[in-house]
């Protein structure tokens, strides 16, 4: 160190780490699983890596395992309550495994961080660091997990050769994520999640474009002169989903399984660029199927602005329930509770965004009496929810709206919240007088992102 900051250059590493003795070192790379008398570690990684995956991290932590090749690393405190959420890690890595080839890391860990870290998870190879926001306490936000564990093949093998091809590390994974979903816990609810990409695909369009930068829409984007961080926006990850999607249903699934394999095995350890992909595939489907790809399906998804007309939609069965429940509500203020026992985060999440733009107290108290959402510990369906407590200024919950923003550094929740408020004079006082009280607990990366907003 230092090295060069860029995904297209490997490297294999090795480091000695000394640390005071009641703590324990970690890194992307072979692992202690226990503390020593000396407080001094060896790490070492001998698969090449690129420098954005060269990661250490320095805790009271302690590890539990899962399998004989999984486990997970965090605080004494909340390292049960991890190890029960990630009950399922060993399924996933065997369903990935099935799907597109053997795991070439030998271990896979997760690190559970404080609740500071700004982003949900980022896929170190061997050791995946996580929010603990997705410690729910019923195992509903793991596909974070399967997210993360998806880079092991496309991000962590097959890389990104620049930052403009971003989507090529994001796309791939979030369909290989929504497989390994499939997988586990079946297609109905592969779809909820798919639909919910879809609602957040839609709404970044549309502030995107509003923002003047229509351009970042398309998949292969031009960072040149400017922060890669940019490029890091629901494109890469949803739109570059949808767009492997339509592959899939138009060519089909065994065709495209076949494509996935094949990529991974043949380009391991190297990195790729848009072009390269585009080469592969068409040969690929042309040498193996004999078939021809259209390439106006490379053309209006990776080098268009906006969503293409063709954009695979998702139909998930459980929401057309909630939006029966909803539709009921709407006109007679009633709802039966018996219908959303057994509701996961996701059709809460997708109750909670379809609600009327306009709600009376009455109304929020009552909402709030269904769904417990002020106290919830479920940070997506409180992020959800306060968005709507803002709006309205249902003052009742504000208490809980300020500890949620103190507790709470991951900017995916953060941004939201902060940007609602800043919309009015009042809303502003109150974030700025949260800011100041959250801010020294905030990581960097969201100090960064909120001072030139909220700092006095
Ligand atoms: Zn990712």
Not at 79 to 98: C, N, P, Q, R, Y
Not at 120 to 146: K, V
Not at 262 to 283: K, S, V, W
Request: proline share 5%; aromatic share 14%.
């Amino acid at each position: 160190m230092p090295c060069q900051d860029s995904p297209g250059i490997r490297f294999t590493y090795s480091a000695e780490v000394t640390v005071p003795k009641d703590l324990l070192p970690l890194m992307s790379a072979t692992n202690p699983q226990q503390k020593n008398e000396k407080g001094i570690y060896q790490f070492e990684m001998k698969q090449p890596i690129p420098s954005y995956l060269l990661a250490m991290s320095v805790g009271d932590v302690a590890f539990k395992s899962i399998s004989d090749r999984s486990g997970i690393y965090a605080e004494a405190s909340v390292l049960d309550s991890a190890v029960w959420e990630f009950a399922d890690l060993e399924k996933m890595i065997a369903g990935a495994e099935e799907l597109y080839g053997a795991y070439a890391w030998e271990r896979y860990d997760v690190l559970v961080l404080p609740p500071s870290f700004p982003f949900g998870g980022m896929e170190n190879p061997r050791l995946t660091f996580a929010t603990p926001t997705i410690l729910a306490g019923d195992r509903s936000l793991t596909s974070l997990i399967a997210h993360e564990l998806a880079h092991s093949w496309s991000g962590n093998l097959v890389t990104n050769a620049t930052w403009d091809d971003f989507w090529l590390n994001e796309g791939f994974t979030v369909y290989f994520e929504h497989r390994i979903m499939e997988k586990l816990y079946g297609a109905e609810y592969a779809e909820m999640l798919a639909s919910l990409a879809l609602q957040d695909l839609k709404a970044t369009m549309v502030h995107l474009t509003a923002d003047s930068l229509v351009e970042d829409t398309k998949l292969k984007l031009n960072l040149k002169g400017r922060n890669p961080d940019d490029g890091v926006t629901d494109i890469a990850y949803n739109k570059g989903y949808f767009f492997l999607r339509s592959i899939e249903e138009k060519y089909g699934r065994e065709k495209f399984d076949a494509f996935l394999n094949e990529y991974f095995l043949a380009n391991a350890f190297r990195a790729m660029n848009t072009d390269g992909f585009i080469q592969q595939i068409n040969t690929f489907y042309k040498e193996t199927f004999s078939v021809e790809l259209e390439e106006g399906i490379f053309k209006e998804w990776i080098f268009t602005t906006g969503l293409p007309a063709s954009c695979p939609q998702p139909s998930a069965r459980r929401f057309q329930l909630v939006e029966k429940v909803l539709a009921q509500w709407k006109k007679s203020g009633q709802i039966d509770k018996a219908v959303t026992l057994g509701w996961s985060t996701h059709e809460w999440l997708h109750f909670l965004n379809d609600l009327p733009a306009s709600l009376t107290d009455t109304q929020l108290k009552a909402l709030d009496e269904i769904g417990s959402f002020t106290r919830t510990h479920n940070a997506e369906i409180a992020s959800a929810w306060f968005v709507h407590v803002i709006r309205h200024r249902y003052e009742q919950a504000y208490p809980q709206l300020e500890t949620f923003l103190i507790h709470t550094g991951r900017r995916k929740f953060l941004s939201p919240l902060y940007t609602e408020l800043l919309k009015t004079e009042e809303g502003k006082i109150f974030a700025q007088k949260v800011y100041e009280k959250a801010r020294p607990n905030y990581h960097f990366v969201a100090t960064n992102t909120f001072d030139p907003l909220l700092k006095k």
